[in-house]
């Protein structure tokens, strides 16, 4: 039987394990028991500000301590596969950063283990526990749009740069989870193309397309070379259109009555229609949090972990696919 505060340890005190340690130091729910990096500075760093957390280098003394229900995996993502599977071999539940792994047929073997041992297993898909991502989702579901054309994806800035992952892999996985999410399918026909400006071999400009079973297309622009920080999903549909704009601080969903129409009374012309323009009410909760609250009720058995698991391995097989047809296009 569980018990009522989930008991859990982190590995990874980098860029983003940080942020996950003050979340589920601070829920009710959940008790932080164990900290493992491999740098001695960061658990210097960090350790004074979760003084209840052991620390350690060893990510074998999370797996290893039978008292802990769930670990949390913030390491490097080449990393993510292999200590996912020691992980879950061990009997604990697992949140993990994403993407899940590297190939979609190790995320599938993580998942098959997930399922055989009855144990959550949930990708940090951060996006989808954003108040207006859910509140798109909520549209797009509710059919106020029509039927579902396109979806376009803008994640761009100037910088974060990296050496050791393009792109793609870095801003693409965010916008691929809320694209399959609102679709709903996966694509049928994926292509890519970018450019490696900056370090050879490692894409920093990529302009991606999707197409999927229902006839919906999809396009991401993802780049750390733009004057601009852009992070926006625009929905197109045959009714309405909807935008969501994190950038936004009090409109981070807009929804246009505006398309195309076809008059009774003209020979296959087609004119445009405007009508209202509103912004529905968006909650402050931090997506983070919410993030880190589903994954608790995952381990208690209290949600279905099964659609998380679909959509980390639906991101990886179209971020493995979208890989492909970049490496086939460099010239």
Same mark, same amino acid.
């Given at each position: 039987m569980m018990r009522e505060r989930v008991k859990v340890g982190l590995a990874g005190l980098g860029y983003w394990g940080p942020n996950l340690a003050r979340n589920f130091d601070d829920l009710s729910g959940a008790e932080l028991v164990w900290l493992a990096d491999l740098s001695e500075e960061q658990r210097a760093r960090y350790g004074p500000r979760f003084p209840h957390a052991t620390l350690t280098e060893r990510f074998e003394d999370l797996i290893e301590d039978d008292s802990l229900d769930a670990v949390v995996i913030a390491?490097?993502?080449?990393?993510?596969?292999?200590?996912?599977?020691?992980?879950?071999?061990?009997?604990?539940?697992?949140?993990?950063?994403?993407?899940?792994?590297?190939?979609?047929?190790?995320?599938?073997?993580?998942?098959a283990i997930a399922e055989e041992r009855g144990l959550a297993l949930m990708p940090g898909h951060l996006l989808l526990y954003h108040p207006g991502v859910r509140k798109l989702h909520e549209i797009v579901e509710s059919g106020d749009l029509g039927r579902l054309l396109c979806v376009y994806g803008n994640r761009q800035n100037l910088g974060k740069i990296r050496r050791d992952e393009n792109v793609l892999w870095s801003l693409g996985a965010h916008d691929l989870s809320v694209i399959l999410d609102l679709v709903g399918e996966e694509p049928v026909e994926l292509?890519?193309?970018?450019?490696?400006?900056?370090?050879?071999?490692?894409?920093?400009?990529?302009?991606?397309?999707?197409?999927?079973?229902?006839? @919906?297309?999809?396009?991401?622009?993802?780049?750390?070379? %733009?004057?601009?920080?852009? /992070? &926006?999903? +625009? !929905? @197109?549909?045959?009714?309405?259109?909807?935008?969501?704009? %994190?950038?936004?601080?009090? /409109? &981070?969903? +807009? !929804?246009?009555?505006?398309?195309?129409?076809?008059p009774a009374d003209t020979y296959g012309e087609w004119l445009t229609r405007t009508g209202d323009i509103w912004s529905p009410k968006i909650a402050n909760d931090e997506p983070l949090r919410l993030e880190c609250e589903h994954f608790l009720s995952l381990v208690r058995g209290e949600a279905d972990s099964a659609p998380a698991r679909a959509n980390g391995v639906a991101v990886v097989r179209a971020l493995e696919e979208l890989q492909r047809s970049l490496e086939r296009e460099r010239v």
């Open positions: 390491t490097p993502v080449p990393t993510h596969a292999e200590l996912v599977r020691r992980a879950l071999l061990a009997g604990k539940h697992v949140f993990v950063e994403k993407p899940i792994a590297l190939a979609s047929s190790d995320a599938d073997a993580l998942v292509s890519a193309r970018g450019e490696s400006f900056l370090n050879p071999g490692v894409e920093d400009v990529v302009f991606a397309y999707l197409r999927f079973p229902s006839g @919906v297309v999809a396009h991401m622009h993802l780049s750390w070379l %733009d004057p601009h920080k852009m /992070r &926006k999903i +625009t !929905v @197109v549909g045959d009714r309405k259109m909807a935008v969501f704009d %994190d950038m936004e601080l009090d /409109r &981070k969903v +807009t !929804v246009y009555d505006k398309g195309p129409q076809e």
